[in-house]
């Protein structure tokens, strides 16, 4: 079945909006037929006359949130992290309303944009170490270089972060409620286009200018998740977050899923 991406125009804004996890009996997650649909509609939006930013949200019942490896990690065109990359590498604002559960292809995509606007309902959560999985498309780099040792402790635990805990490791920037999150999102993109390279984004690697606290929160870390035999993602994803903080080099472990 089709998944729909629409692309709505605004005072120089494109907003993308993606099928939201209530239009089916089923949350497929970003599965190719969702890949493709957000493509194309980046392609539309990034076409716009005078373009000044974009706006990336989900329909009702909030962000697909499925994870599903013959899906999430499949390599079939375009991948998950393509469409991160997309995101990544915008000429203008990204600001991403983030509602229902952020997990998986969601939590990838969303720290690919420079903003995060949340719900208070809203929810982030991180299974894959427990069902032995990697979490998608660059998702656990970006995370790690953003909140150091402490998204660590969130990647191994799995535990449910609501929107105030997610803020303390940028997984969001701000909360705002169900009747003003729009609006706030069109203010906070249009706001951040006016400042240009100046605006006043998390930073993207704010744990590498203290690597120190980030090494010490590290090894707290991991002494709390040691590795099993089990779950061979528990020390995968420990030897990424090494890598990402400290650039040491990493191999490649047997675990099932892929692209941190």
């Known amino acids: 079945m089709a998944r729909r991406v629409s692309v709505q125009r605004r005072d120089g804004v494109a907003l993308v909006t993606l099928e939201g996890a209530a239009a089916g009996p089923k949350d ?3 599965d190719p037929a969702l890949r493709r649909a957000l493509d194309a509609a980046l392609t539309e939006a990034f076409a716009t006359p005078g373009l000044q930013a974009i706006v990336l949200r989900a329909g009702p019942g909030g962000w697909p949130c499925g994870i599903d490896p013959a899906e999430d990690y499949s390599t ?5 992290a393509a469409l991160c990359t997309r995101l990544l590498q915008a000429t203008v604002p990204v600001v991403a309303v983030l509602s229902g559960t ?5 939590l990838a995509l969303s720290q690919a944009a420079g903003l995060r606007l949340a719900l208070a309902t809203t929810r982030f959560h991180c299974p894959e170490a427990g069902l032995n999985l990697l979490p998608a498309a660059g998702g656990t780099v970006r995370l790690l270089r953003r909140a ?8 191994l635990s799995g535990r449910v972060l609501d929107p105030a805990q997610a803020m303390t490791l940028g997984l969001c920037d701000a909360v705002a409620s169900e009747g003003t999150i729009e609006t706030a999102a069109l203010t906070e993109a249009l706001r951040v286009a006016a400042l240009g390279p100046e605006a ?3 930073p993207r690697e704010g ?3 203290n690597p120190g606290a980030a090494l010490d929160a590290l090894a707290a870390a991991r002494a709390r998740h040691p590795a099993r035999a089990d779950l061979p993602a528990i020390a995968r994803i420990a030897e990424v977050a090494e890598a990402a903080l400290f650039a040491a080099p990493f191999r490649r472990a047997g675990c099932r899923g892929g692209g941190l």
Do not use: D, N
């Open 28 to 30: 497929c997650g970003f």
């Open 76 to 80: 079939e065109q375009p991948t998950l």
């Open 102 to 106: 952020i997990s998986g292809g969601a």
């Open 148 to 155: 150091g040792g402490a998204a660590l402790e969130v990647l």
């Open 200 to 202: 006043p984004f998390s």
């Open 207 to 209: 744990a590498l200018s």
